[in-house]
């Protein structure tokens, strides 16, 4: 597990020492096939590396106007994902967002096993060797940008095609 979790973005530009401070902190979780991983709205603690296994995001799809209205649970598949072809890190919203809540729910497809790794040690890390903590934060935001860009790329399609079928 140690020598497969430096081949994340999380830890480009880090050393192996460097690695170490990391890897020490990290829990191995398995889920079982069908079971939920992460649950959209719920409070974030940890960044999560699928180290093997393959995984279904989705997202609910109605906006929550009323806290108390838990009837509407349709949900949006946005993509399924496998450790052999993607380095799949899950957490970093919630990482970097002030409420740390997970915009997205992510369930296990086949068994799975998930590397944690709490918030709370990420930020001792980065506190006590500035070094390390600028490289993992450029490698984050680095992570956060390319998947907004991505999220972009898809509301255009999205609003393109609306487009289309107006102008029809």
Same mark, same amino acid.
């Given at each position: 597990?140690?020598?497969?979790? *430096?081949? =994340?973005?999380?830890? $480009?530009?880090?050393?192996?020492?460097?690695?170490? %401070?990391?890897? +020490?902190?990290? @829990? #191995?979780?398995?889920?079982?096939?069908?079971?939920?991983?992460?649950?959209?709205?719920?409070?974030?603690?940890?960044?999560?590396?699928?180290?093997?296994?393959?995984?279904?995001?989705?997202?609910?799809?109605?906006?929550?106007? *009323?806290? =108390?209205?838990?009837? $509407?649970?349709?949900?949006?598949?946005?993509?399924? %994902?496998?450790? +052999?072809?993607? @380095? #799949?890190?899950?957490?970093?919203?919630?990482?970097?967002?002030?409420?740390?809540?997970?915009?997205?729910?992510?369930?296990?497809?086949?068994?799975?096993?998930?590397?944690?790794?709490?918030?709370?040690?990420?930020?001792?890390?980065?506190?006590?060797?500035?070094?390390?903590?600028?490289?993992?934060?450029?490698?984050?935001?680095?992570?956060?940008?390319?998947?907004?860009?991505?999220?972009?790329?898809?509301?255009?399609?999205?609003?393109?095609?609306?487009?289309?079928?107006?102008?029809?």
């Amino acid at each position: 597990m140690k020598k497969y979790i *430096n081949t =994340f973005k999380f830890f $480009d530009g880090l050393s192996e020492n460097d690695i170490k %401070l990391f890897t +020490k902190h990290i @829990k #191995i979780e398995n889920y079982k096939k069908d079971e939920i991983i992460i649950s959209e709205g719920d409070y974030g603690e940890s960044l999560l590396f699928v180290l093997d296994g393959e995984i279904m995001i989705t997202q609910a799809l109605t906006l929550a106007t *009323n806290k =108390f209205d838990k009837n $509407d649970t349709r949900e949006k598949q946005l993509t399924n %994902l496998n450790s +052999k072809d993607h @380095k #799949i890190m899950l957490g970093e919203i919630a990482l970097c967002s002030p409420d740390k809540k997970r915009n997205a729910t992510v369930k296990a497809i086949v068994d799975c096993e998930i590397a944690k790794l709490e918030f709370d040690q990420i930020f001792k890390i980065c506190n006590s060797d500035n070094s390390v903590g600028y490289k993992v934060m450029k490698n984050l935001s680095e992570i956060v940008t390319e998947n907004l860009i991505n999220s972009n790329h898809k509301v255009l399609k999205l609003t393109t095609a609306f487009s289309l079928l107006i102008d029809n």
